[in-house]
């Protein structure tokens, strides 16, 4: 799963010790087809960042798309993809004071996917983890635009009965 998302935020301040809250648009294309096969979603996102040192930030989001079934899940309409919630660590690579900040991040989170239209056994729960970068550009001391992207390696369990107790 390859996930791009586009944000503003309003920050507490423009240097080290800063909150931030902030949302916006993104949208997932996967990688990989599995079961459920679904085209590429969009949704959105909220999070909140607190940048503890002049090079390091937590972040907590909340995510949500919407995507359609494709190939083997033709026809299974309007399926939710949450990320609720994910944790990331961010490393901003220029400590200098510039418009510009950019950063690398990893951080794990709980998923799910939703049934949709189509009443097939959809609906899961799992954990991931992710990897990404991205950049913000401060307009302004309180005001920052960005853009990331990352990828999302996620193992989904849909059913906890049978031989093997469990499938994902």
């Known amino acids: 799963l390859i996930v791009i998302l586009a944000m503003f935020a309003v920050s507490g301040a423009a240097n080290a010790e800063n909150f931030t809250v902030g949302g ?22 909220l999070f909140f960042d607190y940048r503890w040192s002049p090079q390091l930030s937590t972040q907590f989001s909340v995510i949500v798309t919407t995507e359609n079934g494709e190939g083997i899940s033709n026809g299974d309409k309007g399926i939710e993809f949450l990320g609720i919630p994910t944790f ?9 004071e510039s418009h510009w900040d950019p950063y690398l991040m990893a951080g794990l989170g709980v ?23 991205g950049c913000d550009y401060y307009l302004t001391e309180k005001w920052s635009l960005g853009l990331s992207g990352s990828f999302r390696s996620i193992g989904l369990i849909d059913d906890t009965t049978g031989n093997n107790n469990g499938t994902a």
């Open 111 to 133: 998923y799910a996917i939703s049934e949709g239209t189509t009443s097939n056994g959809t609906f899961a729960v799992g954990f991931g983890g992710n990897v990404g970068l």
């Open 88 to 96: 990331d660590l961010k490393y901003y690579l220029l400590s200098s």
């Open 24 to 45: 916006g648009p993104m949208g997932n294309i996967f990688v990989v087809d599995a079961r459920p096969d679904l085209g590429p979603g969009i949704g959105g996102h």
